[in-house]
C-alpha cells in the first residue's frame, strides 16, 4: 500500500496518506494571535488546505483531536468549530487541555479523515 507524504521535513510530515485514510500532524496557528477564535479559524483554514492537498475534504472527517492550552476556552473554540465542521458529517472527538508546544499556542488541532 503506497504513502503519500505531504509537506515532508525532517521532523514530520503536515500530513500522510495512506491507502484511503489521510492523517494530519497536529496543527497550530501560523500566526499566533492571542485569540482561541482566531487561532482555530487559522488552524481549520490550514486542516482544510492540507485535506485538499490529500483529495479530499471536511466532509469525511472519521476523528478529531482537539488541545486546549486552558479548557475555560473551550465554548470560544467549539463557536468557530461548529460554524466549520460539514453538518451531518461530524467526527468521532476528543478536547483535552495540555500544556502546549509554546505559550503563543492556545490550541492545537489534528484530523484523519478518509479519501
Do not use: C
Request: hydrophobic content about 45%.
Amino acid at each position: 500500500m503506497s504513502i503519500k507524504r505531504i509537506k515532508a521535513g525532517p521532523r514530520m510530515s503536515q500530513a500522510v496518506v495512506h491507502g484511503s485514510t489521510v492523517y494530519t500532524a497536529g496543527q497550530v496557528a501560523a500566526d499566533p494571535v492571542p485569540d482561541v477564535k482566531k487561532q482555530t479559524q487559522q488552524i481549520l483554514d490550514q486542516i482544510d488546505a492540507l485535506l485538499k492537498e490529500a483529495g479530499t475534504d471536511k466532509t469525511k472527517l472519521v476523528a478529531a483531536n482537539i488541545w486546549l492550552s486552558d479548557v475555560r476556552t473551550f465554548a470560544d473554540m467549539n463557536s468557530v468549530w461548529d460554524a466549520w465542521v460539514s453538518p451531518g458529517n461530524t467526527p468521532a472527538r476528543a478536547t483535552v487541555e495540555a500544556k502546549l508546544a509554546g505559550p503563543q499556542y492556545l490550541v492545537e488541532i489534528a484530523v484523519i479523515a478518509s479519501l
